[in-house]
C-alpha cells in the first residue's frame, strides 16, 4: 500500500536529473514547431534552400533563442 501510493506521488528519475523549472508553455509550443517543421524538412528530402528549409531554420532559430531567455531569466530572479 505505502509503495502504491510513493509510485503515484514520488517523482522517479535517474541520479543527475536536473530539472528545467523554467520550461514553460512558451518553450513547448516552440519545441513542437521546431519537430514538426523539422519533420517536414526530411521528408522533403531535406532541401538546403527553398520555403521549407527557411521555416526550418527560422523555427530552430526562436526554439534555441527561448531556451537560452528562459535560462537567463532563472538566473536573473
Not at 531535406?46 to 526554439?63: E, H, I, S, T, V
Amino acid at each position: 500500500m505505502l509503495t502504491a501510493g510513493a509510485k503515484l506521488y514520488v517523482s522517479v528519475h535517474q541520479k543527475f536529473f536536473i530539472y528545467k523549472y523554467w520550461w514553460d508553455q512558451e518553450l513547448s509550443a516552440l519545441k513542437e514547431a521546431a519537430v514538426n517543421s523539422n519533420k517536414l524538412w526530411k521528408v522533403a528530402g531535406k532541401p538546403r534552400q527553398g520555403p521549407l528549409f527557411d521555416k526550418r531554420q527560422l523555427c530552430r532559430a526562436r526554439y534555441r533563442k527561448g531556451i537560452r531567455d528562459g535560462q537567463r531569466r532563472s538566473i536573473t530572479s
